[in-house]
Structures are given as structure tokens and as C-alpha cells.
T-cell receptor, first 113, second 114 residues
Framework: QQQVKQSPQSLIVQKGGISIINCAYE??????FPWYQQFPGKGPALLIA?????SEKKEGRFTISFNKSAKQFSLHIMDSQPGDSATYFC????????????FGKGTTLSVSS | NAGVTQTPKFQVLKTGQSMTLQCAQD?????MSWYRQDPGMGLRLIHY???????DQGEVPNGYNVSRSTTEDFPLRLLSAAPSQTSVYFC?????????????FGDGTRLSIL
């Protein structure tokens, strides 16, 4: 059973456009929702994370929107740039030290110039 | 400060061979884990450790062994390599304080089993 469902699998956006990646989860015990960014040949790196006591978190051009009742969260990349081209993973876990992250299957983003 | 270091970066094995993937971190992190990444499958947890001497299984542990004798090192052992274990393997570490902490990933080991 896939606990974190991510869509779309791939995304092509023009430079300056908005990239939107969606995730849905099933386990109501999940209490921590990070997004990771991965460039080819590199390991994933934390991009931004949110806890469910807020509905939105913004860091620069990156925003997480969180809908607790729908058990969904999304990543918005404003003014997308070619340098944003990467694979993005959403993840979730209970907010408890030492618990494992459950990852979505990833979205490959290509930003065309 | 090197972060999480994985060796080797690439490896080709024959079916049935054994090998150890090395992972070391210099951040004094208590929590360490191993993931495998396959196309279209995301990152799947193999094993993890919450401290020296303590390990536990993740989602896909079969065919892999781990041990944690020091805080810094968390090697992953393939006992008898199978083609299904062809994958990119990532090691990650994080602090163990209340609530979840950012996972720091290494740059991976790309493993091919022939």
C-alpha cells in the first residue's frame, strides 16, 4: 500500500511559469511533511518542510500548501527557472525523533528556457 | 566538514558475489539509514539505526545486512548479490532530537549486478 502518492510523474514548465507538484497521504499519524530536491548524480537535499499546524509555508520561490482535512499537500515553484530542473520528492512521517520518512515516487521537473 | 560520504560511487558485481557499501558521517548524527532508489519507485527504506548497536528493518530489508558499531559508520552488506538489487543506494543521517530533523544524504552508490 503506497502511503504517499505523488503526481505528476513528470512535468515540463516554461521559464517563468509556476510548477505545481501534488502529494496525498493516508496515515493520519503523519505529522511532518518535507520536500526534497535531487539533481542528477547527487543525493536528495531538503528543500522545505511543513508541519500540519500551518496551512502554508513559503521560502523564497518555493511554497508548500497543506490541506489537513483532505490529507493533501503540494509544492509550488513560482517563477520557475532552468536551474530548478530536478527530481522532487515529497515525504511524510510521524513527528517523532528517529522515525523513517516515507517518500513519494518523485516528479521529474524540466524547466525550458 | 564532509557530511555523509558513501563509497564506492560505482560498482559492478556478478550474481552471488558479496560486498559492503560504506557510509560515514562526520556530523555526530545518531540516526542513520539506507535507501534504494529505482526508476519510478522513489526512495525505499532498507534498514535504519537510531544509535550505535541499534538497527532495525525498513520496507525492503531482504538480502541486506547492517551493523552500527560506531556513531560515524553504517555499512550495508549484500550477502549474495542478485540482479534485483541493481539500484542506486543512498545513505542518510540526521540528529535525534524531539521531532523530525532534516535528513542529510550522501551522493549514492550506483550498483549493477550482472
Amino acid at each position: 500500500q503506497q502511503q504517499v502518492k505523488q503526481s505528476p510523474q513528470s512535468l515540463i514548465v516554461q521559464k517563468g511559469g509556476i510548477s505545481i507538484i501534488n502529494c496525498a497521504y493516508e496515515n493520519t499519524a503523519f505529522d511532518y511533511f518535507p520536500w526534497y530536491q535531487q539533481f542528477p548524480g547527487k543525493g536528495p537535499a531538503l528543500l522545505i518542510a511543513i508541519r500540519p499546524d500551518v496551512s502554508e509555508k513559503k521560502e523564497g520561490r518555493f511554497t508548500i500548501s497543506f490541506n489537513k482535512s483532505a490529507k493533501q499537500f503540494s509544492l509550488h515553484i513560482m517563477d520557475s527557472q532552468p536551474g530548478d530542473s530536478a527530481t522532487y520528492f515529497c515525504a511524510a512521517s510521524p513527528n517523532q525523533a528517529g522515525t523513517a520518512l516515507i517518500f513519494g515516487k518523485g516528479t521529474t521537473l524540466s524547466v525550458s528556457s | 566538514n564532509a557530511g555523509v560520504t558513501q563509497t564506492p560511487k560505482f560498482q559492478v558485481l556478478k550474481t552471488g558475489q558479496s560486498m559492503t557499501l560504506q557510509c560515514a558521517q562526520d556530523m555526530n548524527h545518531e540516526y542513520m539509514s539506507w535507501y534504494r532508489q529505482d526508476p519510478g519507485m522513489g526512495l525505499r527504506l532498507i534498514h535504519y539505526s537510531v544509535g550505535a548497536g541499534i538497527t532495525d528493518q525498513g520496507e525492503v530489508p531482504n538480502g541486506y545486512n547492517v551493523s552500527r558499531s560506531t556513531t560515524e559508520d553504517f555499512p550495508l552488506r549484500l550477502l549474495s548479490a542478485a540482479p534485483s538489487q541493481t539500484s542506486v543506494y543512498f545513505c542518510a543521517s540526521s540528529r535525534m532530537v524531539s521531532g523530525n530533523q532534516p535528513q542529510h544524504f550522501g551522493d549514492g552508490t550506483r550498483l549493477s549486478i550482472l
